[in-house]
């Protein structure tokens, strides 16, 4: 079945290559401006010749350029809830006419508040994003499935952490988190932390504090062709959106308060700097405090991100940022299985739910200091210029403490100290293009991105026993920050230090061969260069090698129904660089990872009911797995297995009910691979996850605002480990939130794990019920 849905997709698109080769329409082009009332552009207006298929958009900076067969047309120019304007051209072949000025008959100021307002049929629905495909592309013409998470739908849900913001991701499950705070999600049967940050590399190896984002998008499938292969995974990559400066003075500054010392202060400024407007300041901000619902375990977060935004002129904008985390904390709930420990299901565990087994002295300190820059250039009507560049600096100090479970009586708690320093630096640089060869549009999209990233870490070789406590008993030896460095300053280290260079090329062609029918070509050429590991203890640097790949990309749209309905289908790739040769000397391929997918994408009733279904089949080969021959070397015929779909639904089926679901089912298993893991499932990989949140907001009388909404997520049965040795059952949370929106300020009461449930996440116990509640005030 899938050779055949793999020989009908290339044939289709043969065929379509062939027939639009014959013929080329004669056309000709109009271009202008469109402004508003105020004299600002007007971005977003459209543009539609009268009678006939051809339509555009206006730019950010409110131009627009529309080619047509040469002849006579009326063109409106349109907004939602405004009068039309009306224009009548002449279109000559092989030329281009200059319309004047369009001028509309709303300010900037209003045109703002009705996309607001329109917005608000469908507030959770945020599609539109110029990341997903590095390049403007609607989403029924984009062939690859992606969720967006707004932060309407943040706010409204009162939420004040990442974790948070990703249960409303479709398919997304929650994976191992690690003991510094950072989580792990997995999507499609692979791990992936959200290490991109406005489509450029960005890690932050702590927890993430959604404060400063304007949403999250979570791409789905092996995104290698446009974002290479060192931060993201084959199921996809978690893109996090920063909130960026506009032209008004505003903000908002909240306070929340709940269960287990939540103490959490967020403020958000934004402001013109001087009297045009050309100069725009925005500063997030968020202090976070914590304790844990164990007996020891706390966190303290501090996030600062001042971002500056300067128009130079019509063509140039320049983007500044900056951005400062801290934290100081425990480790997060974790616990980790001694083999043979007798230990088959979680749920033996349940005992010790909420004793922690170490004190508040055993803490991390560390942040992450993150500089970004952008310009974006406008070089024609037709091609525009963007030059990202990201600086990121994470470090931190930990006392590693965690809790080893011997048998159904004892732990064993064992302490090592980790220093870790690593830094990242990406400069990016796309062109965007947008024209014709005949009647056929071209989107085109070329690139060039060079990452250098370097890590030092100075850690322990192991962890030593710090000690052994029975669990049954009530009371456990308090655990002295003292003690704890002297085992660790006892442990032999093994410090070392890395360095990796990156360099790629890649393009893209999304091409319009009919009004309802796009074709994606795509492909990137990578070369890893891993400058070897440095051993200041030996003096020695291992490991060191070069290797190239190249990863191609695929798709086909086709809109059954034109803005409405479309089919598509894409092929996609993902590698990760392998190092090391085999026990012939032949050094080892990139791992590949090559996914085919076909759904469905809806929009209909304007856009109140958005929708998505798809069926997907990612293959890996190339994986390494042991020589069972000569057990000192690895072989390279591994593989494994990930097949499954996903549906997503985003409605407003009436004025103020809204309603946000998704649902994924995976089947991953490793096909070929060592002998104790072969045909399992991956480690925290479920059959079945769900999502769904449902909430109403009264919008007439004196209530106008007040609102409620309640929310589940289902989460299936999982294994700790790949070898499928310890059980994790299911779980389903609800949570719910009331709510009072005013446009000067906003009260909201919600309730985590509402049902007070007792579940884990692989080794993790989860907070039980927690009431919080939050006072915005808006300005």
Not at 385 to 405: C, E, G, H, I, M
Not at 419 to 439: E, L, P, R, V, W
Not at 707 to 713: E, P, S
Not at 751 to 764: F, V
Request: proline share 3%.
């Amino acid at each position: 079945m899938l050779k055949l849905f793999r020989e009908a997709l290339l044939t289709v698109m043969l065929l379509l290559f062939c027939a639009n080769a014959q013929g080329i329409v004669v056309t000709g082009t109009i271009k202008g401006k469109v402004l508003s009332s105020d004299g600002q552009p007007a971005e977003g207006v459209s543009i539609i010749a009268k009678d006939t298929k051809f339509m555009t958009i206006t730019s950010e900076e409110g131009y627009f350029e529309l080619k047509l067969p040469a002849g006579n047309y009326e063109i409106i120019f349109s907004y939602i809830g405004i009068k039309p304007v009306h224009r009548q051209v002449q279109v000559t072949a092989g030329k281009t006419t200059a319309l004047s000025v369009v001028t509309l008959d709303q300010s900037a100021a209003q045109l703002q508040e009705i996309t607001v307002n329109s917005a608000r049929q469908n507030k959770f629905y945020k599609k539109e994003s110029p990341y997903v495909a590095k390049m403007p592309l609607e989403n029924l013409k984009n062939p690859q499935v992606y969720a967006t998470i707004s932060k309407e739908l943040m706010v409204e849900q009162v939420t004040t952490d990442f974790a948070g913001a990703m249960r409303n991701a479709p398919g997304a499950a929650p994976g191992a988190r690690v003991d510094n705070g950072r989580n792990v999600y997995m999507l499609r049967g692979f791990a992936e932390s959200g290490y991109i940050r406005n489509g450029i590399t960005s890690p932050l190896y702590m927890d993430i504090d959604p404060a400063n984002l304007e949403r999250v998008e979570v791409i789905k499938g092996p995104s290698g062709t446009l974002y290479g292969s060192s931060l993201i995974s084959y199921g996809g990559l978690v893109n996090r959106v920063t909130k960026r400066p506009f032209k008004a003075f505003g903000g908002e500054v909240s306070y929340t308060n709940g269960g287990f010392g939540l103490n959490r202060f967020t403020a958000d400024l934004n402001t013109p700097v001087n009297k045009d407007s050309s100069l725009l300041l925005r500063i997030n901000a968020a202090a976070h405090r914590e304790e844990s619902f164990q007996d020891y375990g706390y966190a303290h977060n501090y996030l600062v991100n001042p971002v500056i935004s300067y128009k130079v002129n019509d063509r140039t904008t320049i983007i500044l940022e900056a951005e400062y985390y801290h934290r100081n904390a425990t480790q997060v709930p974790l616990y980790n299985i001694i083999s043979g420990s007798g230990v088959t299901d979680v749920r033996q565990l349940n005992s010790i739910y909420k004793r922690s087994f170490f004190t508040n002295e055993a803490y991390m300190e560390g942040g992450a200091v993150s500089y970004y820059g952008q310009i974006n250039y406008r070089i024609n009507d037709n091609w525009t210029s963007q030059t990202n560049v990201s600086w990121a600096n994470n470090k931190y100090d930990r006392l590693a403490f965690t809790p080893y479970v011997m048998n159904d009586s004892m732990i064993q708690r064992r302490t090592g100290k980790i220093n870790y320093d690593t830094k990242a630096m990406d400069i990016q640089q796309n062109f965007t293009g947008n024209f014709y060869t005949g009647s056929i549009r071209h989107r085109v999209l070329l690139g060039l991105d060079v990452l250098q990233r370097q890590y030092f870490l100075y850690n322990n070789a192991s962890k030593g026993i710090y000690d052994t406590v029975n669990f049954r008993k009530a009371a456990t030896p308090y655990v002295n920050r003292e003690q704890l460095l002297a085992v660790a300053k006892g442990l032999a280290v093994s410090p070392s230090a890395n360095k990796t260079n990156v360099y790629a090329a890649y393009a893209s062609d999304v091409i319009e061969l009919t009004s309802r029918l796009d074709v994606m070509l795509s492909l990137r050429y990578d070369y890893y260069d891993n400058r070897g590991s440095y051993k200041s203890t030996t003096g020695a640097t291992t490991g060191a090698y070069h290797q190239g790949a190249w990863s191609p990309k695929l798709g086909i749209v086709y809109q059954v129904v034109k803005d409405q309905l479309s089919l598509f289908a894409n092929y996609m790739n993902g590698f990760t660089n392998q190092t090391g040769e085999d026990a012939n000397g032949k050094a080892f391929k990139p791992e590949q990872a090559n996914q085919w997918e076909g759904g469905i994408k809806a929009e209909l009733f304007e856009k109140k009911l958005t929708a998505s279904i798809s069926y997907y089949d990612i293959e890996v080969k190339n994986v390494l797995r042991t020589n069972l021959e000569q057990p000192d070397f690895s072989i390279q015929d591994g593989t494994q297995r990930s097949k499954g779909a996903e549906i997503e639904m985003i409605a407003t089926p009436a004025r103020g009910l809204n309603f946000v679901a998704g649902y994924g089912y995976n089947d991953s298993r490793y096909t070929a691979a060592d002998a104790d893991i072969e045909g399992h499932r991956p480690a925290n990989v479920p059959f079945n996850v769900a999502n769904c949140w449902v909430s109403y907001t009264l919008q007439q009388g004196a209530a106008a605002g007040l609102g409620a909404g309640l929310g589940a997520n289902y989460y299936g049965q999982t294994f700790y480990d790949d070898a499928n040795s310890l059980n994790v059952p299911a779980a389903t949370i609800l949570n719910a939130s009331v709510f009072y929106n005013r446009s000067r300020y906003r009260i909201a009461l919600k309730a985590d794990n509402l049902t007070d449930k007792r579940y884990w996440l692989s080794l993790s116990p989860q907070m039980p019920l927690r009431i919080s509640g939050s006072l915005a005030l808006k300005f």
